[in-house]
């Protein structure tokens, strides 16, 4: 019971750890650890390679950094090679396009046969499309060449955003991945407006379909020193798939790739910037490089793998882990010699006082080794301490014997604790407890506790009394050895303020009579004898708490006994009482356990019903309204019966005060009674309502 409360028990987690301690011990002992020249050349060991992995930590990692630094630079580098193969290529195509729209005449375009054969003029630029397409200013195609050959086509190209942009806007066009009208595969396509001097007469379109004819392939072609796990992808400004190894990626957004998915996430944090989105692509598993492909609005992405950049750096630590472990080796050979040479006096100094600690006598001076140094001085020091000790243990017996002499005499339960078990205890303590000394001295606090909660409660109240500079005092059920339970009265003092080692010294009194009294005067001064139901006091205290809860609903039932002055003036007051007991049973019946039942003086009850609005309390009170007016008791060879005039009043805004709801409720039971008694009427903000026949 001292302020350190929690000491696992024998099984508990402390007790594995222990063993583990243990083991770690012994295999300390195995590797010399349990002996000073294993700890110093441990140490000096542990110093120097600390100071080697330091150092080479510091150095791999300046390595590691500037060796992706140069892989993102390398990264954007390729990215810069592919972007401009690109450009190359898509200029390529469109002066391509330019050149076959600069052929196109006028009276051309009015002749079916003279479109067919202006394509059919044109094999280089069908072989760099995987479909070629003339459409009219509209946007209506009027020939289309693609692998199945030249032919005329009903195909409507107006909606395209690419054709409306290069007749509008007059210039080439790359569009962006879109479905072919001929293939429905995902295409790009770039377009060239026919132009006169009336202005846009005509427009050539080429597709490139991008699941059959990969835009990076023979576009970029890799370095010879590129490793096969570099992955290049190309996309559009929305981060779109145009072209990737692996065909079933296209049209994805660049997320779907997850060697990609960090790297795309932060570029759409960033807003998508597709001006110079390099940079800011950290990514723990790649080297991420991008371009702008200028003329379009794609992007070229690049990622190698980290660590195929830092495989080199890897192998490099490897062995000089391998040249430092061997290192380590021939360090700690040296440091054995040299300690070992330093340190033999130190075998006769713990012989000498390990037959001291077994109750030797120390002998004469000249038996102890007098090494100069350190070691002289803690020759010299386990002799003094040795002296001290002698002389500390026998005044703390005499302590011991003392105390217990006072402790066996005390009339009141005293005990002493530490590491919450029993250390000492009094005879009276035994008492009050029903337990032989045996059974408690060196035994868990714990016991005496009839609940493991109220156990574990004490611990924090203890340490906050102790820190505040006071005595601990507290009430709390405790067990006898027989399973009996009775109340005591707790009060600690740390032997040593400020030091919970030192344990506390506890006083018990058996106080189960006095805690046993004063609960029979709080219920007399709350509950009226007659009846036992609350009285007027205590149904106003749960008045004052229903008030505090300002967000549940609750309601008073006023309840006034009809004809019941006529039983005490011809039956006696007796027959009175004996019919208030019956109502006060029926009113306990016809409510629940929660809801407070009060009689306030004379035949006027009270119910303060929790959580029931104005309908729900007016049920109830009807209820029991009915069970009232068919109770009946025998007194005598009479029967006894009474009314009941009842009143609600639902908690509203304006009962700021009990006295103001209880008025309320008041006036709505007086109504009832002025009404023709027997009924239940409600109380509203400024009505009163009727309620039953």
Same mark, same amino acid.
């Given at each position: 019971?001292?302020?350190?409360?929690?000491?696992?028990?024998?099984?508990?987690?402390?007790?594995?750890?222990?063993?583990?301690?243990?083991?770690?011990?012994?295999?300390?002992?195995?590797?010399?650890?349990?002996?000073?020249?294993?700890?110093?050349?441990?140490?000096?060991?542990?110093?120097?390679?600390?100071?080697i992995a330091v150092t080479a930590l510091h150095m791999g990692t300046v390595a590691e950094r500037e060796l992706l630094a140069m892989a993102e630079q390398r990264e954007h580098f390729e990215a810069g090679r592919t972007r401009a193969a690109v450009a190359r290529r898509l200029d390529e195509l469109q002066r391509a396009l330019q050149s076959a729209a600069a052929m196109v005449d006028k009276g051309m375009l009015h002749s079916p046969r003279g479109v067919e054969t202006f394509l059919e003029r044109q094999p280089l630029l069908r072989s760099m499309f995987s479909s070629l397409f003339l459409t009219n200013a509209e946007?209506?195609?009027?020939?289309?060449?693609?692998?199945?050959?030249?032919?005329?086509?009903?195909?409507?190209?107006?909606?395209?955003?690419?054709?409306?942009?290069?007749?509008?806007?007059?210039?080439?066009?790359?569009?962006?991945?879109?479905?072919?009208?001929?293939?429905?595969?995902?295409?790009?396509?770039?377009?060239?407006?026919?132009?006169?001097?009336?202005?846009?007469?005509?427009?050539?379109?080429?597709?490139?379909?991008?699941?059959?004819?990969?835009?990076?392939?023979?576009?970029?072609?890799?370095?010879?020193?590129?490793?096969?796990?570099?992955?290049?992808?190309?996309?559009?400004?929305?981060?779109?798939?145009?072209?990737?190894?692996?065909?079933?990626?296209?049209?994805?957004?660049?997320?779907?790739?997850?060697?990609?998915?960090?790297?795309?996430?932060?570029?759409?944090?960033?807003?998508?910037?597709?001006?110079?989105?390099?940079?800011?692509?950290?990514?723990?598993?790649?080297?991420?490089?991008?371009?702008?492909?200028?003329?379009?609005?794609?992007?070229?992405?690049?990622?190698?793998?980290?660590?195929?950049?830092?495989?080199?750096?890897?192998?490099?630590?490897?062995?000089? @882990?391998? $040249?430092?472990?061997?290192? +380590?080796? #021939? /360090?700690?050979?040296?440091?054995? *010699?040299?300690? !070992?040479?330093?340190?033999?006096?130190?075998?006769?100094?713990?012989?000498?006082?390990?037959?001291?600690?077994?109750?030797?006598?120390?002998?004469?001076?000249?038996?102890?080794?007098?090494?100069?140094?350190?070691?002289?001085?803690?020759?010299?020091?386990?002799?003094?301490?040795?002296?001290?000790? @002698?002389? $500390?243990?026998?005044?703390? +017996?005499? #302590? /011991?014997?003392?105390?217990?002499? *006072?402790?066996? !005499?005390?009339?009141?339960?005293?005990?002493?604790?530490?590491?919450?078990?029993?250390?000492?205890?009094?005879?009276?303590?035994?008492?009050?407890?029903?337990?032989?000394?045996?059974?408690?001295?060196?035994?868990?606090?714990?016991?005496?506790?009839?609940?493991?909660?109220?156990?574990?409660?004490?611990?924090?109240?203890?340490?906050?009394?102790?820190?505040?500079?006071?005595?601990?005092?507290?009430?709390?059920?405790?067990?006898?050895?027989?399973?009996?339970?009775?109340?005591?009265?707790?009060?600690?003092?740390?032997?040593?303020?400020?030091?919970?080692?030192?344990?506390?010294?506890?006083?018990?009194?058996?106080?189960?009579?006095?805690?046993?009294?004063?609960?029979?005067?709080?219920?007399?001064?709350?509950?009226?004898?007659?009846?036992?139901?609350?009285?007027?006091?205590?149904?106003?205290?749960?008045?004052?708490?229903?008030?505090?809860?300002?967000?549940t609903p609750a309601a008073v039932v006023m309840i006034d006994l009809d004809e019941f002055k006529p039983i005490n003036d011809s039956a006696g007051h007796a027959a009175g009482d004996a019919m208030l007991k019956a109502v006060a049973r029926t009113l306990v019946a016809q409510v629940r356990a929660s809801d407070a039942i009060g009689r306030l003086g004379g035949d006027e009850f009270a119910l303060l019903l929790h959580g029931c609005d104005q309908a729900r309390a007016c049920t109830i009170a009807e209820k029991v309204r009915l069970a009232i007016r068919q109770l009946a008791v025998h007194w005598e060879g009479k029967?006894?019966?009474?009314?009941?005039?009842?009143?609600?009043?639902?908690?509203?805004?304006?009962?700021?005060?009990?006295?103001?709801?209880?008025?309320?409720?008041?006036?709505?039971?007086?109504?009832?009674?002025?009404?023709?008694?027997?009924?239940?009427?409600?109380?509203?903000?400024?009505?009163?309502?009727?309620?039953?026949?």
């Open positions: 019971m001292d302020t350190n409360l929690f000491d696992p028990q024998p099984g508990s987690p402390l007790t594995v750890a222990a063993r583990v301690e243990s083991r770690l011990a012994a295999l300390a002992r195995l590797l010399w650890l349990d002996t000073l020249k294993g700890r110093l050349v441990a140490g000096a060991l542990v110093a120097t390679l600390t100071g946007g209506r195609v009027l020939v289309l060449a693609d692998s199945s050959g030249i032919r005329r086509s009903d195909i409507h190209l107006g909606d395209r955003d690419y054709l409306r942009r290069s007749v509008v806007e007059k210039r080439a066009v790359i569009s962006d991945p879109v479905p072919s009208r001929v293939s429905a595969e995902p295409v790009v396509v770039l377009t060239h407006p026919v132009l006169d001097a009336g202005g846009v007469q005509a427009v050539v379109g080429g597709a490139l379909r991008l699941a059959s004819r990969d835009l990076l392939e023979h576009l970029a072609e890799s370095r010879d020193d590129d490793d096969s796990q570099t992955l290049v992808v190309l996309t559009d400004d929305m981060g779109r798939i145009i072209a990737h190894p692996q065909r079933t990626r296209l049209m994805q957004t660049l997320d779907a790739e997850p060697r990609f998915a960090p790297a795309y996430a932060r570029w759409v944090a960033g807003g998508r910037q597709t001006k110079d989105p390099t940079g800011g692509f950290a990514d723990p598993r790649e080297v991420i490089g991008t371009a702008a492909v200028p003329g379009s609005r794609w992007l070229v992405w690049r990622a190698t793998p980290r660590a195929q950049v830092l495989a080199p750096l890897q192998r490099a630590r490897q062995q000089a @882990t391998a $040249a430092a472990g061997g290192m +380590a080796l #021939v /360090l700690a050979c040296g440091f054995i *010699v040299f300690i !070992a040479r330093q340190l033999q006096p130190l075998h006769e100094l713990k012989r000498r006082a390990a037959a001291l600690l077994e109750g030797q006598r120390a002998g004469d001076d000249d038996n102890w080794p007098e090494p100069s140094g350190e070691i002289g001085e803690l020759s010299r020091t386990l002799r003094h301490v040795w002296a001290e000790r @002698t002389q $500390a243990e026998a005044f703390n +017996a005499q #302590v /011991l014997q003392k105390l217990s002499s *006072v402790m066996a !005499a005390s009339p009141v339960g005293l005990a002493f604790t530490r590491n919450k078990r029993f250390e000492l205890v009094s005879t009276e303590i035994c008492r009050m407890l029903g337990r032989g000394e045996d059974s408690l001295v060196g035994h868990p606090t714990e016991l005496i506790f009839s609940s493991h909660d109220d156990y574990v409660a004490l611990g924090p109240q203890v340490v906050a009394a102790f820190e505040a500079g006071e005595p601990y005092n507290g009430e709390w059920q405790l067990v006898r050895a027989d399973g009996s339970l009775f109340w005591g009265r707790l009060r600690a003092r740390p032997v040593v303020p400020g030091d919970p080692a030192s344990g506390t010294i506890w006083s018990m009194y058996d106080i189960s009579d006095q805690v046993d009294a004063r609960n029979r005067l709080q219920h007399a001064a709350t509950h009226d004898e007659l009846t036992g139901v609350l009285n007027r006091k205590g149904f106003e205290q749960g008045l004052h708490e229903a008030l505090a809860r300002d967000t029967e006894l019966k009474v009314g009941a005039s009842i009143g609600v009043a639902e908690r509203g805004t304006e009962h700021e005060t009990i006295a103001k709801w209880l008025a309320d409720a008041d006036a709505a039971c007086y109504d009832a009674k002025r009404s023709g008694r027997d009924k239940v009427v409600v109380s509203g903000t400024a009505v009163l309502r009727l309620v039953g026949p």
